[in-house]
């Protein structure tokens, strides 16, 4: 009896081994492998409603306006602070308040943190890194680390990482990939594709459209004063260019089905960052203080290689990448 016993257990371990990968297909998972081999899952959406009805919640719901509505609250005319120095919103870039998939998407950023910044040169904490996109993009100055909003923001952060498993390499979690032609990319051609389908709501001089009171951007500024400074992760055109694919123009595109082409993504994020003929903030200092770790497409020396400035920041970034890895350099873009 006890042989038997144990057989049975032997049998229901194996079933429960075999049934296990099917209930989390049932449950949404998606079982395929990504390019590096890791386990890819569903995308994940948090439910807003599920936000709990406390203290903590409280500070969770102020968070999340702060990322749709950041220029009311710490904006130039904020109600609760002047830290930013245009009048955009942190949603303008994560989009659905950090939530939105293919969108610089943040729901694994409170499980990101700390981790070692290239272009500051140390490891920063989740809080330094919030303070270092309202400084660039935004143009602005750190919010105090204990300041109520730095709280809220980092309580929000944290509430939506609770949907996604630890990690998990969940579908949307990094922008999409776009693939790099031979050639390098067209400011030129960049601007027709800008004009046709950028312009009605950005504007032919990229300065955007402000809201009826003025307080903020319905569509925000693509270049000029008031938009994001070089270094920004905009201002790199692999890096816009996988955002771009994912999102713009807006009433054309649809989750996970691009309206641009690879090469037009491109293209129109050499446009917009062509500082040739667009002006936009200058920043106190351009960084990266190791030259091996700079993004491909960040376009500001010394390199590390021998290619040239315009190629760094238009391509063609295939032979960048050939030689940095013939030499065991690493490959960020």
Known sequence: MKLRAVIILMMILVMAWWVAPGCERAAGKDTAKNAGGAPKTAMVIPDTAQIPKDKFGEEVRYGRQLLLNTAYYIGPDGVA???LGNKMNCTNCHQDAGTKPYSFNLLASHDNYPQYRAREGKI??????????????H??????????EMVAILSYLKWINGFVQKGSNFEGRQNLVVGLPVAAASPERGEKIFMESCA????????????????TYVYPPLWGMQAYQPGSSMHRIIKMARWLKANMPYNKVALGKPFLTDEQALDVAAFINNDAIHQRPRPKSFEYPEAMLKPIDYDRGPFSDSFSVAQHKYGPFQPIIEWRKAKGMPVDY
């Open 81 to 83: 602070g002047h830290y």
């Open 124 to 137: 920063l904490t989740l809080a330094e890194r919030v303070n270092n996109c309202i400084m660039h993009p």
């Open 139 to 148: 143009n602005g100055r750190p919010l105090p680390l204990d300041s109520r």
């Open 200 to 215: 009605s709501c950005h504007g032919k001089d990229g300065a955007g459209q402000l809201n009826a009171e003025k307080t």
